[in-house]
T-cell receptor, first 112, second 114 residues
Framework: DVKVTQSSRYLVKRTGEKVFLECVQD?????MFWYRQDPGLGLRLIYF???????EKGDIPEGYSVSREKKERFSLILESASTNQTSMYLC???????????FGSGTRLTVV | GENVEQHPSTLSVQEGDSAVIKCTYS??????FPWYKQELGKGPQLIID?????GEKKDQRIAVTLNKTAKHFSLHITETQPEDSAVYFC?????????????FGTGTLLAVQP
């Protein structure tokens, strides 16, 4: 069964900590995405990558960075976590040919 | 910028009734319109999609319609069942581009009452 795996379901971090959210896909997809999901705001794109070592800013990149050193892995980094980054984070991947996204189960991050 | 509006934000129906969720997109270049279902504690899953070269697509109890002139598309669920209860997201994007980026609506919480 093809899948997108996010390393943690729940995380609690302190303000100012550096936080790493990891995402791995086993479908050989070219594209990978990080979204955050907040009530009433839907899914907002943080960053995406269409190839190894390539990255593009989404709609809300401030306070985040990403890394894609291997095709199957896309990491989201919160350089200095703040309480307004408390949210559900969703990773997704897609292929150039099939297009539809496959999502991970999400990481619920709480910054205290 | 590109925007997708989705209505209603919440929808409650009786089991067996139909449910309709509507979306409007702003980028006239968009040609791919998927719908995702998110159950509690899970990531969104693709349930149906439509491309701009067709006006309607159906898969059992689910159908999607597209009006490119008005930049509207809708999800129709007939004979609703309790297991249809979930959050539904519409999205719009440009199929065939290198990045396949999708813009999502804000979601509709559908509750099917037994």
């Amino acid at each position: 069964d093809v899948k997108v795996t996010q390393s943690s379901r729940y995380l609690v971090k302190r303000t100012g900590e550096k936080v790493f959210l990891e995402c791995v896909q086993d479908m050989d997809h070219e594209n990978m995405f990080w979204y955050r999901q907040d009530p009433g705001l839907g899914l907002r794109l943080i960053y995406f990558s269409y190839d190894v070592k390539m990255k593009e800013k989404g709609d809300i990149p401030e306070g985040y960075s990403v890394s894609r050193e291997k095709k199957e892995r896309f990491s989201l980094i919160l350089e200095s976590a703040s309480t307004n980054q408390t949210s559900m984070y969703l990773c997704a991947s897609s292929s150039h040919s099939t297009y539809g996204y496959t999502f991970g189960s999400g990481t619920r991050l709480t910054v205290v | 910028g590109e925007n997708v509006e989705q209505h209603p934000s919440t929808l409650s129906v009786q089991e067996g009734d139909s449910a309709v969720i509507k979306c409007t997109y702003s980028d006239s270049a968009s040609n791919y319109f998927p719908w995702y279902k998110q159950e509690l504690g899970k990531g969104p899953q693709l349930i149906i999609d439509i491309r701009s070269n067709v006006g309607e697509k159906k898969d059992q109890r689910i159908a999607v319609t597209l009006n490119k002139t008005a930049k509207h598309f809708s999800l129709h669920i007939t004979e609703t069942q309790p297991e249809d209860s979930a959050v539904y997201f519409c999205a719009a994007g440009l199929y065939g581009g290198a990045t396949n980026k999708l813009i999502f609506g804000t979601g509709t919480l559908l509750a099917v009452q037994p």
